[in-house]
């Protein structure tokens, strides 16, 4: 529905440019992982930015009550560990592998900073990700502190809609990766809770959904 350059959270990057189609890259293309492997930690160098080419990953922290904060899930062309761009020198957060297999394609810095320079359209996309992605991450945290799960859940409908939603007549389809306990851990509830809302948003006839797509009957609705 959004055709704006800052709807890039499921936008498949290999569409714009897989580095390693550049046979100077070639060599280091693909790290495999398993499922619950840990990728990056905390205070680990920032040296690298990783792009998901077959599989999910999962960006969290834990506050000092140990209790996990899902930042992101990513899929295949997406991009993470981005801020190494920025100036960081150390990882601040985690990131996990949530599906066996998942591949990632590694960049190292200098490599990311010469294709950037080579490729303007690329270089733009990346800057314009890391800034939707502060923006997204800033609704997030105050829709956790004000709002009740269902207008979390709806929020997150209506963003899905609005970045990949596809009008079909009245509805909006949005294809999309994540399970039940995806949409959990990103609006900060259960998934049982979240099950009961789907189930409730079915029955009033706002939504119809199977595990890769939902159809939203006017996202006014919501």
């Known amino acids: 529905m959004n055709n704006s350059i800052w709807c890039f959270e499921n936008v498949n990057l290999f569409q714009i440019l897989c580095p390693h189609k550049l046979k100077q890259y070639q060599k280091d293309h693909f790290e495999g992982f398993k499922k619950g492997d840990v990728i990056y930690f905390p205070d680990d160098s920032s040296k690298s930015i990783f792009m998901v080419s077959k599989g999910k990953v999962k960006i969290v922290s834990y506050s000092?009550?140990?209790?996990?904060?899902?930042k992101a899930i990513l899929g295949k062309g997406e991009i993470f560990g981005e801020k190494a761009l920025l100036g960081e020198e150390k990882r601040d957060d985690?990131?996990?592998?949530c599906t066996e297999p998942t591949e990632l394609c590694p960049m190292r810095l200098p490599d990311m900073y010469e294709l950037m320079r080579q490729n303007e359209k690329f270089g733009l996309s990346i800057y314009k990700l890391i800034g939707y992605r502060i923006k997204k991450m800033e609704r997030r945290f105050e829709a956790l502190l004000h709002k009740d799960v269902k207008t979390r859940l709806c929020e997150f409908l209506k963003e899905m809609a609005n970045e990949n939603g596809i009008e079909s007549?009245?509805?909006?389809?949005v294809n999309h990766f994540l399970t039940q306990k995806d949409f959990a851990d990103l609006i900060g509830t259960k998934r049982e809770t979240v099950t009961r809302l789907f189930n409730e948003l079915k029955q009033d006839g706002i939504?119809?959904?199977?595990r890769k797509e939902i159809r939203i009957r006017g996202v006014e609705n919501l």
């Open 94 to 97: 985690y990131a996990l592998a």
């Open 207 to 210: 939504i119809d959904y199977t």
């Open 169 to 173: 007549g009245s509805e909006v389809i």
């Open 64 to 70: 000092d009550e140990g209790e996990e904060i899902v």
